[in-house]
C-alpha cells in the first residue's frame, strides 16, 4: 500500500459490512493529512483522488484483497471537505464483467451529499 493509502486507512473508522454487501465507513482527516499538503495552502480541501483511494482501503480491509483500480467510471463532486470534518461512505458492488466488479460509492457528511464515485476494480489474492 502506499503513502497516501497508509494515511488514509489510518483516518478510517467504524468499517461495517451487512448480510447485502453493503460496505460502511466513516473517515476524518486531521489538518496534518499529507493530501492537505498543496491543496490548498491555509484552505485544505481534500482531494477527489484521497476520497477513491478511501474506497480502495475499505474494500481492502473488509475482503483482505487488494483491489486494483481499472477505470474510474464517473465521480461526482458536489461538496467540499476539509480537516477535521467527518464524512461517510457507503459503498457497494455490482456485478460484473468477468473478473471486474462495479463498486457505487456515496459520499456523505451528515445530511449533506458529498460525492458519488463509481469505479471498476479486480481484486487480487
Same mark, same amino acid.
Given at each position: 500500500?502506499?503513502?497516501?493509502?497508509?494515511? !488514509?486507512?489510518?483516518?478510517?473508522?467504524? +468499517?461495517?459490512?451487512?448480510?447485502?454487501?453493503?460496505? &460502511?465507513?466513516?473517515?476524518?482527516? #486531521? $489538518?496534518?493529512?499529507?493530501?492537505?499538503?498543496?491543496?490548498?495552502?491555509?484552505?485544505?480541501?481534500?482531494?477527489?483522488?484521497?476520497? !477513491?483511494?478511501?474506497?480502495?482501503?475499505? +474494500?481492502?480491509?473488509?475482503?483482505?484483497?487488494?483491489? &486494483?483500480?481499472?477505470?474510474?467510471? #464517473? $465521480?461526482?463532486?458536489?461538496?467540499?471537505?476539509?480537516?477535521?470534518?467527518?464524512?461517510?461512505?457507503?459503498?457497494?458492488?455490482?456485478?460484473?464483467?468477468?473478473?471486474?466488479?462495479?463498486?457505487?460509492?456515496?459520499?456523505?457528511?451528515?445530511?449533506?451529499?458529498?460525492?458519488?464515485?463509481?469505479?471498476?476494480?479486480?481484486?487480487?489474492?
Amino acid at each position: 500500500m502506499s503513502k497516501i493509502g497508509r494515511a !488514509i486507512k489510518e483516518c478510517m473508522y467504524d +468499517l461495517s459490512c451487512d448480510v447485502a454487501g453493503e460496505m &460502511r465507513a466513516c473517515f476524518n482527516f #486531521s $489538518a496534518d493529512f499529507i493530501g492537505f499538503k498543496g491543496h490548498f495552502p491555509g484552505k485544505p480541501v481534500l482531494p477527489g483522488v484521497c476520497k !477513491i483511494q478511501a474506497i480502495l482501503c475499505m +474494500l481492502e480491509s473488509a475482503t483482505s484483497k487488494i483491489p &486494483r483500480l481499472k477505470e474510474i467510471v #464517473s $465521480a461526482k463532486f458536489f461538496a467540499p471537505v476539509t480537516c477535521n470534518e467527518e464524512i461517510a461512505f457507503t459503498i457497494r458492488q455490482a456485478s460484473g464483467a468477468s473478473e471486474e466488479t462495479l463498486i457505487k460509492a456515496l459520499v456523505t457528511n451528515g445530511d449533506k451529499k458529498v460525492a458519488e464515485i463509481q469505479l471498476r476494480v479486480v481484486f487480487e489474492g
